[in-house]
């Protein structure tokens, strides 16, 4: 099933019968689903790695490799860094959760000495 959404996708990237905001707009819509990334620590190692991958799928839809020209285009189509698209899932998680009167344990992720 993964593997015929990512052919479907594949195929859309590097089709020349649709237009660039088609898509982008089917990129995000079914990539950019980081299912659980509110509640798992991620590394920014990690979080680069999805962003570097973000960035080569807009230069690929757009046909570009200037880093500035793919900044702007990401800033025109609301595809801000993967990791404040995290963090904005992570704060929208914990206050749902807090609004429906549901008990949150937050688990610090680290040893102690990260904190002192």
Same mark, same amino acid.
């Given at each position: +099933? %993964?593997?015929?959404?990512?052919? *479907? *996708?594949?195929?859309?990237?590097?089709?020349?019968?649709?237009?660039? +905001?088609?898509?982008?707009?089917?990129?995000?819509?079914?990539?950019?689903?980081? #299912? /659980?990334?509110?509640? +798992?620590?991620?590394?920014?190692?990690?979080?680069?790695?999805?962003?570097?991958?973000?960035?080569?799928?807009? /230069?690929? *839809?757009? /046909?570009?490799?200037?880093?500035?020209?793919?900044?702007? *285009?990401?800033?025109?189509?609301?595809?801000?860094? %993967?990791?404040?698209?995290?963090?904005?899932?992570?704060?929208?998680?914990?206050?749902?959760?807090?609004?429906?009167?549901? #008990?949150?344990?937050?688990?610090?992720?680290?040893? /102690?000495?990260?904190?002192?």
């Amino acid at each position: +099933m %993964i593997y015929g959404q990512l052919q *479907i *996708i594949t195929s859309l990237v590097y089709s020349s019968d649709f237009n660039q +905001m088609v898509k982008l707009q089917q990129f995000k819509l079914y990539c950019l689903p980081l #299912y /659980a990334t509110e509640v +798992m620590p991620l590394s920014e190692r990690l979080v680069q790695s999805l962003d570097r991958c973000v960035r080569q799928a807009v /230069a690929k *839809i757009f /046909a570009t490799l200037d880093n500035n020209c793919i900044k702007e *285009i990401r800033s025109l189509c609301d595809l801000p860094d %993967i990791g404040v698209l995290i963090e904005c899932r992570r704060v929208k998680f914990v206050d749902k959760m807090l609004t429906n009167g549901q #008990y949150v344990f937050l688990v610090v992720w680290g040893s /102690a000495d990260d904190f002192l």
